[in-house]
């Protein structure tokens, strides 16, 4: 079963950044499409963003465009979220999965979830 760990949330002001990383244990992170996903309180789990395998392709979900930088380090088996210029409305909980390869990030990537494969998350509160 494909196992994420979550790391780097905090809390920070608005208009503040940080990066989260998402590692992976036991297998090969390099096979996978990985995608970024967040849940507020009270609110469905949203997709944030993707990239696939080689990291050739990537898709941002509209907040996040602008906002966001996803990118990956198969060597180190990590894939990284930056988040600049972050907003009240972007605490939440985020989370990373394993998508399936579609050979290339369509925008709605988030219904290809590889089944088993959520981490625990980590939190990102957002506030002065």
């Known amino acids: 079963q494909l196992q994420f760990v979550e790391s780097g949330g905090g809390l920070v002001q608005p208009g503040g950044s940080l990066r989260l990383s998402c590692t992976t244990s036991g297998f090969t992170l390099e096979r996978y499409y990985i995608g970024w996903f967040r849940q507020a309180p009270g609110k469905e789990r949203e997709g944030v963003s993707c990239i696939s395998s080689d990291g050739s392709s990537i898709d941002y979900a509209g907040s996040a465009m602008g906002r966001f930088t996803i990118s990956r380090d198969n060597a180190k088996n990590t894939v990284y979220l930056q988040m600049d210029s972050l907003q009240p409305e972007d605490t939440a909980v985020y989370y990373c999965?394993?998508?399936?390869?579609?050979?290339?990030?369509?925008?709605?990537?988030?219904?290809?979830?590889?089944?088993?494969?959520w981490g625990q998350g980590t939190q990102v509160t957002v506030s002065s």
């Open positions: 999965a394993a998508v399936a390869d579609l050979g290339y990030v369509p925008s709605y990537w988030m219904r290809y979830i590889v089944d088993g494969s």
